[in-house]
């Protein structure tokens, strides 16, 4: 049955490639094969998100009743509750390592500048030193694609290209350890962006049973063969990686949804929000577990990480023209930084970083001494500020050694009744000084000189530091450059209309949500997450107004953040709308410049393996005969799937002649023509063949794709773009228009029942003809 069901789809074909005229170029046999614009360098390959329905497969599909696919969907469900456990269990794991060593580090300096400061100094240059020198020496030695955030090669990953090391078992290890290293040693990045490349190498890892490479792997959850099904679990992992980073599962998929993917089905968003739930639940269990003290200084801050619930109740409608400031100055800010940041990476890339690993991490060694030399010299040189008189029920103690939760922190003060504003948001972690900038009821705690210095200083620095041999985020530096500015806004603000009841800590928070919308170019899934985090709904219709400012002032300079770095990197991303100029442009224009090398249905083993080996291409189309010699084009045919037909040889034949699909028995299974994700695949130096194997043939009907997508040539590009970058494609064939038509599909014609009846429902009319 299935071998007739081949031989008809083959005739099928036939009948309609029958009736294509043939090019001006012979070479082409009036096909052309639109493909992915790297794929024929060898630099960067595409995926193979497109179902390859051979004969295999559908011998496979036929074979399957409705228990296995039952088994299948429970098996992804239940893979998406490891993902999230896997993830939230490496969050708590980092975050808890992260904080920890800042509390101790924090927590000596103080003891040690109690007697001298400079003695204090020394002790804190070396803990961040050695935390930093262990973090780049992981990744140049151990990890080299842990290096950064990670965000632009997912994102590349899940639009469809193919980046080697991206989700290896090495990567994971490096991800988790170098972040710890680069995040503790205070350098000015974040764990948040690592955290969701993290999520994705869990995904991926667990997909394919763990690690041949270092022995750490198993056979029962290889049951995810395809790129397709790999690209469902590292969209779970990329969600989980937010939620876990921000304790924001809904951020998290939202996130998934705008920012990464680039394809989308109700179904998977079931599963993405599944997995960031059970994110949440893990690292709230965590946190609750640590709420005794036996973590040390993590699980104290509660599953909120900014609280400020008890802020500004309410907002005048005369100040929305400030905070449309903020939101113009977000966007300014952003842009700038993303191209200030563009053209330190290419500096590096191109200069810097040519000149070996060593360079990479005295470079990062370096940086890392001058962040702590400012972070802890600038404070000294700011003169300390009384006290203000304590506020009853407020929580607010002042004066707190640095450090420690709170603000008013005391540091090189002359009395004890005494605070330095600079130090409370320069000496401290990242995640405190952001909560003393947030926080509410601390009227006049920093002064306008201080916030300039900071925000120039530390802006500064993310500029220098993304970009180095260390994993690096820019969701929490962007929070704390933003918070900055709009603490400054809120400050001027209140002196200007002189309410009581306007906390400049609202506007840090608008201010923190600008930057990151005028760099990342985010919206929705930005709005969420800024909401989850402060836990204050009341400010939603602010965080939508300042964020879609900053988004528009941002995007008349240049692209978002990943973008850029995507771009700088060699990603070839398809963004979701295509380029203005390819409305005047057809679909053969744009492959004007390819040849496309056709294989006939038998050929000799001695011309696969010659062509193969002299080009890179990574389909070919392959041809037929007809009896009156008429030339048919019947399929694709892949490049991975002729190097696995040369390594079995178990498909090899004497006779030139086609085989009858009907009596002959295919040896592989549809999972056998999959790549490992941790693995560059077959390439033909690995393949031997004797000179009896190279005067042999193969047939290669039953292994192409009998239906591969066709646009006709003179479709418009932006079509093809729409179509190509919707469905996955990897490649895509243009022909010529062909001379008749055997039918039309509506959407009545897609109504069917499983018995194959028709549906119930009936459309008024239906534009269904046969066409005779």
Known sequence: MLS???????????????????????????VTLLNSRRDADGGVNSLDYEV????????????????????????????????????????????????????????????????SYFAGFIVYLLINLVLVFSSAYIITQFAPAAAGSGIPEIKGYLNGIDIPGTLLFRTLIGKIF????????GLALGKEGPLVHTGACIASLLGQGGSTKYHFNSRWPQLFKSDRDRRDLVTCGCAAGVAAAFRAPVGGVLFALEEVTSWWRSQLMWRVFFTSAIVAVVVRTAMGWCKSGICGHFGGGGFIIWDVSDGQDDYYFKELLPMAVIGVIGGLLGALF???????????????????????????????????AISFGLPLLRKCSP????????????????????????????????????????FNTQDDAIRNLFSAKTMREFSAQSLLTFLAMFYTLAVVTFGTAVPAGQFVPGIMIGSTYGRLVGMFVVRFYKKLNIEEGTYALLGAASFLGGSMRMT?????????????????????????????????????LYEVQARLKGIPLLESRPK??????????????????????????????????????????????????????????????????????????HSPLPCDPSARHIRHSFSEFAKPVSSKGLCIEDIHLTSDDLEMYIDLAPFLNPSPYVVPEDMSLTKVYNLFRQLGLRHLFVVPRPSRVI???????????ENGESSAVELQQSTSRSVQ
């Open 4 to 30: 007739n069901h081949l031989q008809n789809g083959i005739e099928s074909d036939n009948l309609i490639w029958s009736r294509v005229p043939e090019s001006d170029d012979p070479s082409t046999d009036g």
């Open 52 to 115: 390859i329905e051979n004969y295999a497969y559908r011998e496979e599909q036929a074979h399957r009743g409705k228990l296995y696919v039952g088994y299948y969907v429970a098996v992804k469900w239940f893979f998406s509750l490891l993902i999230g456990i896997g993830t939230g269990l490496a969050a708590v794991f980092i975050n808890l390592s992260v904080e920890n060593f800042a509390g101790w580090k924090f927590a000596l300096t103080f003891a040690i500048i109690q007697k």
């Open 178 to 185: 170098g972040s710890i290293g680069s995040v503790g040693g």
């Open 338 to 372: 993303n191209q200030l940041t563009l053209y330190m990476t290419s500096w590096r890339r191109n200069s810097l970083h040519k000149k070996g690993n060593r360079v990479k991490i005295i470079e990062a060694c370096i940086i890392s001494c001058i962040t702590s």
């Open 387 to 426: 006290c203000p008189e304590s506020v009853p029920d407020s929580g607010i103690e002042c004066p707190r050694p640095p450090g420690m939760y709170g603000n008013y922190v005391n540091f090189y003060c002359k009395t004890d009744n005494e605070y330095n504003d600079l130090a409370t948001i320069f």
């Open 524 to 560: 929705v899934s930005l709005c969420v997450i800024m909401v989850e985090i402060t836990n204050n709904l009341k400010l939603l219709p602010l965080i939508m107004l300042v964020l879609l400012i900053s988004k528009a002032v941002g995007d008349v300079f240049n692209e978002g």
């Open 580 to 653: 203005y100029h390819m409305r005047q442009m057809i679909a053969k224009e744009a492959c004007q410049s390819q040849k496309v090398i056709s294989l006939p249905r038998v050929i000799r083993v001695a011309d696969v393996a010659s062509i193969l080996g002299s080009n890179k291409h990574n389909g070919f189309p392959v041809i037929d005969h007809t009896r009156s010699g008429e030339t048919l084009v019947i399929g694709l045919v892949l490049r991975s799937h002729l190097l696995v037909l040369l390594q079995s040889k178990v498909d090899f034949q």
């Open 743 to 753: 039918g039309l599909i509506t959407r009545k014609d897609l109504l069917i029942e």
